[in-house]
């Protein structure tokens, strides 16, 4: 099962929107929708976001969203706040799990 | 409320065999569907998924580091123990356990532990 690849870093101001990709082989990425997003602040644990490309666990704010198109999986965030500042990790499940590369935001 | 916490050394010399418990409460490694699995983080650097066994204990590993890594589960004292021969300083990070939730129609990783930093020093 090959990594995912995201994009190392992204950033955005205050109130704006951020995407995050995350994007996979044809054999994997596009015919699963496995695919969960955790956000990591330093020093702490990962905490999932979104699961199955687009649905947010409860109390996780709607301001955070995933969707999907061919081999891409997608993470936005609207209305940037401070405390999104972190890092992002994609992840895929089939038989085994793989991660992404993880991308950091920086809020400016 | 489901919790998971990871125990062992938190410095191993290179060659060692490196043990990690996780102790996890809240569910039943029993019950179908549910996964325990570890994931490691080198400092600095990305997440990196270890290992997994399941409720009826199939297990998974690693491609990479799979002649390395062994997991097992002690379903009545609900904790699942990971070993890892031959440390080297490149297995110096920080271990996590987490739960993998299933259905027949999803998987994710729904609760984690927070993290044990494992060192590989002499």
């Known amino acids: 099962q090959s990594a995912l690849t995201q994009p190392a870093s992204v950033s955005g101001s205050p109130g704006q929107s951020i995407t995050i990709s995350c994007t996979g082989t044809?054999?994997?990425?596009?015919?699963?929708?496995?695919v969960s997003w955790y956000q990591q602040h330093p020093g702490k644990a990962p905490k999932l976001i979104i699961y199955?490309?687009?649905n947010r666990p409860s109390g996780i704010s709607n301001r955070f969203s995933g969707s999907k198109s061919g081999s891409t999986a997608s993470l936005t965030i609207s209305g940037l706040q401070s405390e999104d500042e972190a890092d992002y990790y994609c992840?895929?499940?089939?038989?085994?799990?793989?991660f992404g590369g993880g991308t950091k935001l920086t809020v400016l | 409320q489901v919790t998971l916490r990871e125990s062992g050394p938190a410095l191993v010399k290179p060659t060692q065999t490196l043990t990690l418990t996780c102790t996890f409460s809240?569910?039943?490694?029993?019950?179908?569907?549910?996964?325990v699995s570890w994931i490691r983080q080198p400092p600095g650097k990305a997440l990196e998924w270890l290992a997994r066994?399941?409720?009826?204990?199939?297990?998974y590993y690693s491609t990479s580091l799979k002649t390395r890594l062994s997991i097992s589960k002690d379903t009545s004292k609900n904790q699942v123990v990971l070993t890892l021969s031959n440390m080297d300083p490149v297995d110096t990070a920080t271990y996590y356990c987490?739960?993998?939730?299933?259905?027949?129609?999803?998987?994710?990783?729904?609760?984690w532990g927070q993290g044990i930093l494992v060192t590989v020093s002499s």
């Open positions: 044809s054999s994997d990425v596009r015919a699963y929708n496995y």
């Open positions: 809240g569910f039943s490694l029993s019950t179908s569907g549910m996964c």
């Open positions: 199955d490309v687009s």
């Open positions: 992840s895929l499940y089939t038989t085994k799990e793989v």
């Open positions: 987490a739960r993998l939730y299933c259905t027949s129609i999803t998987c994710y990783f729904d609760y």
């Open positions: 066994i399941d409720w009826d204990d199939d297990k």
